[in-house]
């Protein structure tokens, strides 16, 4: 993947994220309907949650994504 690519697909995760904590599903479907395409979602999830920018949290004991501090850092320097 395209290194604009990636952050691209970053980009849209953490704002999505930033609104709410969101299951896999949706935030699926939404990063589909945003993108045309399947994205690697799988990939971008776990790049962000490897590097502090992502956590799973449990919601009414179901796994949600969910945005960090750090992650709020970073999509405030790729909105710039």
């Known amino acids: 993947m395209a290194f604009e690519r990636k952050f691209q697909l970053v980009k849209a995760v953490l704002l999505k ?4 904590p969101m299951r896999w599903t949706p935030l699926l ?9 399947p994205p690697r979602l799988y990939y971008t999830l776990k790049f962000l949650e490897k590097n502090g920018f992502a956590e799973k ?7 949600h994504w969910n945005i960090t ?3 709020r850092e970073l ?3 790729l909105l710039l």
Do not use: F, N, R, T
């Open 57 to 63: 949290i449990l919601i009414k004991d179901k796994p």
């Open 17 to 20: 994220l930033e609104k709410k």
């Open 29 to 37: 479907k939404a990063m589909i309907q945003e993108c045309g395409s």
């Open 75 to 77: 999509l405030k320097a």
């Open 69 to 71: 501090p750090k992650g």
